[in-house]
């Protein structure tokens, strides 16, 4: 008889030739795990049933412990091994820390006004080297405390930072790697330098390793120092170096503990806390930063308090933001091989005048005050010296805009009887005087589609007039017909000659201004004209250096000035532009006992309105009108344009000398009236240069007399 084993809990497998068959145990008690589990007699039966599902659960869960162990091993030795792998790699790859201070692919662009003080920066500005031992401690608490309290104590990593950072987040509504990253000095450096492009989680990852390299390959102190020059701080401002001066006109060296706050808060919020186009709001950051600095012990409860009281501002220079017009005109009329191309830092010494371009803004401001509410009329002023050296320039209301529409220098505009000038500096340069006669009537001119009817704005003729009256009352008959008499040709040339390059068709009408151009060729003609009958070609652009070299790369060249009119007959036109506001259509432009000459200029339907003149020391243009071409209510070159030039004008000359701006007035001035038709005629004959016998005379003055008559 066979026995049965006792133990009953024990179950062999089926595989009785399998010399170890493995036994499943169905409990283990608590004890000891190697023993059966017995069920308890003096309990009851759904007691030990309990006490059998605890056991088993105790088994499974004690099984999955032991794998998740297991798993995060292994997991741990492998992330350990891959970790150090990588920064062994990125130890490797990274290079001197001299070599990462500065990795704009391109230079900078600075611009020093006439007296040779910066005005305006172009492109990524990099203000120089400099390292934690050579800016101010303020500077370097006031970092520390906003962005890494801990910088000197961790190995580049900061995990109860990055914690921190996604509890926040999280509490926040955030995605964990959104919105604060708990980032440290270095791992910022890291992103900066190598992971700018990556997404959040893929950069976070990759941080980890090149901190860690970097803590490795650097020093602290070099850590910082890349870190000081290579952060972004708004308003092109790479470094805090180039922060500094760019807001406070000073060395990162000298700045106080509210300036370091200031900057210091840039690195969170370059553009939304730039002082530049919110103080208030970079007041406000660079404070809170004060009481972290003084929480953190940096700051006594005396500097901070002083610090609050008295937050960081903006130098003069950065708070005036003056000139950006002129700049970007400037940077395009330099050589792109020059200011494109280079991977150096360049200087440009320019024209620019900030006491006359803040005139010229001043003088829009005010006399705009008197526009409708919500107006949308557009301006543009030129300001240069005789010689054709722009001194301020307004290319629209918006001042002090960079990267704008510059409607000084880019928009092509009608001139109207701005353009007027240049048809009495071809008559003067051709045989007429300031006082020869014309007869201010009705024409008639043939042309290809008809016949075109020429009408004086008045809508009315004054007969026999001298060309001074004719030019001072912007008669438009006496231009055509001078115009038509010396040549459209001969016109168009003299334009040329004085700058307006722009297409100027030959037709009838070209006396009148139909042809368009833009206020800077037009300040630039009259320009000429008060240059003795010099072209006057414009220019802001000085020289070019590289920094930190002495030797110029470009500098202007004066002599490309060529004679346009002869002396006597740019004196002439200065005296006859002179009577225009004096007595003519530019009364409102009048400077007292200031010597001044211009011309009014309004274009058919009223779409523009001009005024362009001189002093003795100024050439100032103003344009006025609508950037979509409409009609001007209510507004000629006589009214606010040249209301905006006399005011330009009584700014930029305060405290200036009288000048004269004519030669032998007196004896013109006796001379208007003493010449007769016929010494018109002469003169005109004279001039044209035409080769005809005495006899044959007679027959040339009929011809005019028929012209004119």
Do not use: C
Not at 95 to 105: F, H, I, Q, T, W
Not at 109 to 134: C, E, H, I, P, Y
Not at 204 to 219: G, N
Not at 447 to 455: A, F, K, L, S
């Amino acid at each position: 008889m066979v026995k049965k084993p006792k133990n009953r809990n024990i179950l062999v497998a089926p595989n009785r030739n399998h010399a170890k068959a493995k036994k499943i145990k169905l409990s283990i008690s608590n004890d000891n795990k190697n023993k059966k589990y017995k069920f308890n007699k003096k309990k009851s039966l759904i007691t030990n049933i309990k006490d059998f599902i605890s056991h088993i659960i105790r088994n499974i869960l004690n099984f999955i412990f032991q794998l998740l162990f297991w798993i995060i091993l292994r997991v741990s030795v492998v992330l350990f091994l891959i970790l150090g792998s990588s920064v062994l790699y990125y130890f490797s790859i990274l290079p001197e820390a001299k070599l990462l201070m500065d990795d704009r692919l391109r230079g900078s662009v600075t611009m020093l006004d006439a007296k040779g003080n910066v005005f305006a920066w172009r492109g990524d500005q990099f203000g120089g080297k400099v390292s934690s031992s050579t800016v101010s401690p303020y500077l370097k608490n006031a970092i520390i405390a906003t962005e890494d309290k801990r910088f000197y104590t961790h190995w580049g990593v900061s995990p109860r930072g990055i914690l921190g950072a996604i509890r926040i987040n999280l509490r926040e509504g955030r995605k964990p790697w959104q919105g604060n990253g708990g980032s440290t000095i270095t791992q910022q450096l890291a992103k900066r330098i190598y992971f700018e492009k990556k997404g959040n989680f893929e950069r976070k990852l990759k941080e980890v390793p090149m901190s860690m390299a970097m803590e490795l390959k650097y020093t602290k102190d070099e850590i910082f120092s890349i870190y000081l020059n290579r952060a972004f701080l708004g308003s092109g401002a790479y470094g805090f170096e180039a922060a500094s001066q760019r807001y406070f006109s000073k060395s990162a060296r000298d700045v106080s503990p509210a300036q370091a706050a200031m900057l210091a808060g840039l690195l969170k919020a370059p553009s939304a806390a730039n002082p530049i186009r919110n103080l208030d709001r970079a007041q406000s950051r660079g404070n809170l930063i004060v009481g972290l600095m003084k929480d953190q012990g940096y700051l006594t409860q005396a500097q901070a308090i002083r610090a609050k009281n008295n937050p960081a501002k903006l130098s003069q220079t950065a708070a005036d933001m003056v000139g950006g017009y002129f700049a970007d005109w400037v940077l395009g009329s330099a050589p792109e091989f020059i200011i494109k191309d280079a991977n150096a830092d360049v200087i440009i010494k320019t024209t620019f005048d900030k006491g006359a371009q803040l005139a010229a803004e001043g003088a829009l401001d005010s006399v705009f005050q008197n526009l409708k509410q919500g107006s949308d009329v557009q301006a543009g002023i030129v300001v240069m010296s005789p010689n054709g050296a722009v001194r301020a320039m307004v290319g629209g209301r918006k001042t002090g805009l960079a990267g704008s529409f510059n409607r000084a220098t880019q928009a092509l505009r009608q001139t109207g009887s701005a353009f007027k000038p240049m048809v009495y500096a071809a008559a003067l340069e051709n045989g007429f005087q300031y006082n020869s006669i014309v007869t201010d009537e009705p024409i008639t001119i043939e042309v290809i589609d008809g016949t075109y009817e020429p009408q004086n704005y008045s809508r009315t003729f004054d007969g026999e007039v001298n060309l001074t009256e004719a030019l001072a009352k912007s008669t438009n008959t006496v231009a055509i017909k001078i115009s038509e008499e010396i040549g459209k040709s001969r016109v168009k040339a003299i334009a040329n000659d004085f700058g307006i390059k722009s297409n100027i068709p030959l037709v009838p009408s070209m006396a009148l201004g139909t042809a368009e151009s833009t206020l800077l060729e037009m300040t630039g003609a009259y320009a000429g004209i008060l240059n003795k009958g010099m072209s006057s070609i414009p220019f802001g652009l000085s020289s070019i250096t590289i920094q930190g070299d002495n030797e110029s790369l470009l500098e202007h060249d004066a002599s490309n000035s060529l004679r346009v009119i002869n002396e006597n007959a740019a004196n002439q036109l200065t005296f006859m532009m002179k009577q225009v506001i004096k007595s003519g259509t530019g009364l409102r432009a009048n400077l007292g006992d200031r010597p001044a000459a211009g011309k009014t200029g309004t274009t058919q339907g009223a779409r523009d309105a001009w005024f362009i003149g001189f002093t003795a020391d100024y050439v100032v243009g103003v344009w006025m009108g609508y950037d979509d071409n409409r009609k001007l209510t209510g507004v000629t070159g006589g009214g606010m344009p040249a209301e905006i030039w006399r005011e330009v004008m009584l700014r930029i000359h305060e405290n200036n000398v009288l000048k004269p701006i004519v030669k032998n007035e007196v004896k013109l001035i006796s001379e208007l009236n003493s010449k007769n038709r016929t010494k018109f005629i002469n003169g005109i004959f004279k001039g044209l240069g035409n080769k005809v016998k005495e006899s044959s005379g007679s027959n040339f003055i009929l011809r005019l007399q028929n012209l004119f008559n």
